[in-house]
């Protein structure tokens, strides 16, 4: 049922509690990587982002500022394996903008994540791409940067999440 030329998925965010409301993203392909966030949105295969952490912020304040989240399986960054039967992906590169999601790099590349886990620019990073796109915030970027400003961001969860079957 869902239009696999224009998925979106959305995660609904609480702060310490209390629901910020849900951030709305436009999937960019269907590369390995990018059908597993929409399982792991839908919760179709089991596992699921709901009920999780976001884990840290990378280059806080800086040129290229994100947050990870998506560990389904410890809920700490040291989890996140893979559905089975899903590969990664061929890569796909853009430029990193704020609103920009991403999946789990190669190993050794810098920043290693687990599978699962998923990143959220919140700010751009001029001349610089990405080469794991997954999709697009196109509603709720503003949720996803208050969680950023947080002095501790494991205060912020996933407490729902899933796609639409119509726009």
Known sequence: MVDENYVVTFLEVKNAGVLQGRVYIKLLDDAGRTR??????????????????????????????????????????????????????????????????????????????????????????CYTSDMSSIGMVIDGLDIISAVAKLPDVRESCVSDCGFLLFH
């Not at 590349?109 to 699962?116: C, K």
Request: proline share 7%; net charge negative; with cysteine.
């Open 36 to 125: 597993q966030f929409m399982y792991f949105c839908s919760g179709e295969r089991g596992p699921s982002y709901a009920n999780t952490h976001f884990l840290e912020v990378l280059h806080k304040g800086q040129p290229g500022e994100q947050v990870w989240g998506g560990d389904y399986e410890n809920d700490d960054g040291t989890g996140g394996a893979a559905l089975p039967g899903m590969e990664r992906g061929e890569e796909n590169f853009h430029s990193i903008d704020p609103g920009l999601v991403v999946g789990y790099y190669f190993p050794g590349y810098g920043y290693d994540h687990n599978p699962s886990q998923f990143g959220i620019y919140v700010a751009e990073w």
